[in-house]
């Protein structure tokens, strides 16, 4: 078993009121999304309030969703994001959501059995958007390998 699980965050702008119309398709397909990270290769936890999605947790803002997850390492959680029926939301997702400037995804390694809050997981994301990509905070464009 690896000593080190890859966290994330990623951040997204609603473009209306999750209650609102707008909204209702992304609202329909979450719970779909849902279930499939927790059964994809690799799925560790993911953050969840007692609805069983995270909606209603918002440090970021009242317009800011938050999703977080803790997976076995850097491909599994590619490998969901971009090789699953996921890719479906990511191609609709300026349907709901809009452009932030800076960073709005954050990846870092956690020791095995750590569950991430959102108060460190928003100082990896302003770590990743003050320093760029380090061990520390990074992306999967630039990602680094999990301690030794």
């Not at 800011?64 to 490998?79: A, C, E, I, R």
């Not at 709005?104 to 997981?121: C, F, I, N, T, Y």
Request: negative net charge; glycine residues 4%; aromatic residues 10%.
């Amino acid at each position: 078993m690896s000593v080190h699980h890859l966290a994330q965050l990623n951040i997204a702008a609603m473009k209306a009121p999750l209650e609102s119309a707008e909204m209702a398709d992304f609202v329909a397909n979450l719970e779909r999304i849902n279930t499939l990270a927790e059964a994809a290769s690799g799925f560790v936890w993911r953050l969840q309030d007692e609805a069983g999605d995270a909606t209603a947790i918002r440090p970021f803002g009242d317009e800011v969703l938050v999703n977080m997850s803790v997976w076995q390492d850097v491909q599994s959680l590619s490998d969901y994001v971009y090789k699953s029926a996921h890719t479906e939301m990511l191609k609709r997702r300026r349907e709901w959501f809009g452009r932030i400037e800076q960073a709005h995804q954050v990846l870092w390694w956690v020791p095995s059995g750590h569950r991430p809050d959102v108060l460190e997981a928003a100082e990896r994301l302003a770590h990743l958007r003050e320093h760029g990509a380090t061990a520390h905070a990074f992306t999967f464009r630039h990602a680094f390998a999990a301690p030794a």
